[in-house]
C-alpha cells in the first residue's frame, strides 16, 4: 500500500527535534543577516539600535542620536513615515547633463558641525584622487572614483578643506565577522561610553556608484541611515569581506594604511554594544585629511 510512511512516536520526536534546530538556525541566519544590512550607521537622524533589538535607541539609522546605518550600531531603524518622506523629497542623484550634484539640509537633527554647504557644480575629471588621512597611527590613502561618485567625491574635499575631520575619532570597530571601521563623526568620544554616530555636516547627498557594488577588504564606502539620499559625512574603512547589500555609495580604494586597520582591529572593543562592534580599544585619531586630484 503506498503513501506517505509513518513514523515512530521516537523517531517523530527525532524528526521534530530536528525541524526545531532547523528553524532556530534559519532565524539566527535571518537575524545576522539583518543586523549586516542595518549596520552601517553614519551620520544623519537617527540613533543607535542595536542588533536584534537589544537596544532601540532612537530611530533613524544614523549614529548616536541622528546616526547614520554604516556604522553606528549595526541594527539601527528609521520610521517608515521619516524614511518615505526623505525618499520624495530627498536630495536628487549626480546631473550628468548639467554636471551637479544636490546637496540638501538634513532635516533629521544629530549634532551638527556646520562649515557651509559643497558647491554644486563638480567635474568628474580628474577620475581619481587620493585622499590621504594622517593619522595618529600613520597615513592612510585612499584612491577615491571621482568619475563614478562625484558628489560624495567633492563632499569630501570640501569637508577636507574645511577641516572637518581634523581631530576627529574613528568611534565604531567591527570584528572579523563585521569587519570595518567607522568614522566620519566629529562629534565622537570614542570611549565606549558615549552614544556616538550622531554627528555630521548638517546635509546630505543621493548615494552613488551603487550598481553591482560590494564591500570586499580594502572598500572605502559612505555610512548612510535607512532612508535613501542620507548620505552625510560618515565613512566605513573595510578590512575583509563585508556582506552588505549595495546600498552604500562606495567611493574609494585604500591603497595604503590597511594594516593599520589590521592592528586596530586585532586590539578589539572597549565594550560591546550588543551587537558585536564598539569603541576600537586601540583609538585612531584623524589629524589632517587632503584631497588631491591623480593624472
Known sequence: MGGKAVATGKDRQKQLAREHYERQMQRR??????????????????????????VAAVALLGGGGSQTEATASPSASAPQDTASAQAS?????????????DY???????QVKDVGMPPAEVKTEPA??????????????????????????NSLAFLAAKKFYDGSKCHRLGSDKFPMLQCGDPTAKADG??????????YVMAEENLEGATYKRGTMAMAKTS??????????????????????????????????????NKAGIIAD???????????????????????
Do not use: H, W
Not at 594604511?257 to 586596530?264: E, N, P, Q, T
Open 128 to 153: 581619481k584622487k587620493a585622499m590621504t588621512l594622517k593619522t595618529n597611527l600613520g597615513d592612510i590613502v585612499v584612491e577615491l572614483d571621482n568619475a563614478k561618485a562625484p558628489c560624495t567625491t
Open 104 to 110: 540638501v539640509k538634513e532635516a533629521g537633527g544629530g
Open 273 to 295: 554594544m550588543g551587537d558585536g562592534t564598539g569603541a576600537p580599544k586601540q583609538t585612531l585619531e584623524i589629524k589632517d585629511v587632503t584631497i588631491a586630484g591623480k593624472s
Open 89 to 101: 523629497t530627498g536630495p536628487k542623484p549626480y546631473n550628468a547633463a548639467a554636471g551637479t550634484c
Open 29 to 54: 541566519i535571518e537575524r545576522e543577516q539583518k543586523a549586516k544590512r542595518t549596520a552601517i550607521i553614519g551620520s544623519t537622524v537617527g540613533v543607535v539600535v542595536v542588533v536584534g533589538g537589544v
Open 227 to 264: 532612508a535613501p539620499g542620507s548620505t552625510g559625512s560618515q565613512f566605513f574603512l573595510v578590512y575583509g569581506d563585508l556582506g552588505l547589500t549595495p546600498d552604500y555609495t562606495p567611493v574609494g580604494t585604500i591603497t595604503k594604511g590597511l594594516d593599520i586597520l589590521d592592528k586596530v
Open 193 to 202: 561610553k558615549s552614544q556616538d554616530g550622531a554627528g555630521g555636516p548638517g
